[in-house]
């Protein structure tokens, strides 16, 4: 088992930047793909960005490619998120997610640790 908690959710500017972080309780983090979801209202969850267990390989999506970062420390136990140059179109309640079987994943359906999600506004 592990708990995953998200915080640094919050409201900023178009244009701005939010680092949003997710530390993980429990069984050893290393051991664990990482990946990034976001949902906004009225629409479905989406993939953002995965990361592998030892964090050397990054994935992302293609509408934040360039524009976020995925990471983790794993002497932490804390994935993360930077997001710049944030668009209207980026707010939604972001989810960290962890996959026990998958060295790294892509649909929602791959995890099967979630956290409780924050909230990232962006006000134009």
């Known amino acids: 088992q592990v708990q995953l908690v998200e915080s640094g959710g919050g409201v900023v500017q178009a244009g701005g930047s939010l680092r949003v972080s997710c530390t993980a309780s429990?069984?050893?983090?290393?051991?664990?793909?990482m990946g990034w979801f976001r949902q906004a209202p009225g629409k479905e969850r989406e993939f953002v960005a995965a990361?592998?267990?030892?964090?050397?390989?990054?994935y992302y999506a293609d509408p934040v490619k360039g524009r976020f970062t995925i990471s983790r420390d794993n002497a932490k136990n804390t994935a993360y998120l930077q997001m710049n140059s944030l668009k209207p179109e980026d707010a939604a309640v972001y989810y960290c997610?962890?996959?026990?079987?998958?060295?790294?994943?892509?649909?929602?359906?791959?995890?099967?640790?979630w956290g409780q999600g924050t909230q990232v506004t962006v006000s134009s």
């Open positions: 997610a962890a996959s026990s079987y998958r060295p790294v994943a892509f649909r929602s359906d791959e995890y099967d640790y």
């Open positions: 990361i592998t267990r030892s964090g050397g390989s990054t």
């Open positions: 429990g069984r050893t983090f290393s051991s664990y793909g």
